[in-house]
């Protein structure tokens, strides 16, 4: 089994580590009621996708 012949420094493993940071989500407005959703998903407060409703949400639930 490979072992490593000497301790990696500080710098080259942050360097290495420089991608790893987390990036938020990519957002985009829903084009029927302007709620952020995630790209190419179905939006979540008006359940359309490309401009067609694809779950009929009730408007009364009570």
């Known amino acids: ?9 500080h710098s080259r493993t942050r360097k290495r580590r420089a991608h790893d940071a987390l990036k938020p989500p990519n957002t985009v407005a829903c084009p029927e009621c302007g709620e952020p959703k995630l ?24």
């Open 39 to 62: 790209p190419h998903r179905l939006c979540g407060g008006c359940g359309t996708y490309k401009n067609r409703a694809v779950i009929h949400l009730e408007e009364d639930l009570g």
């Open 1 to 9: 089994m490979a072992l490593p012949k000497r301790r990696h420094s």
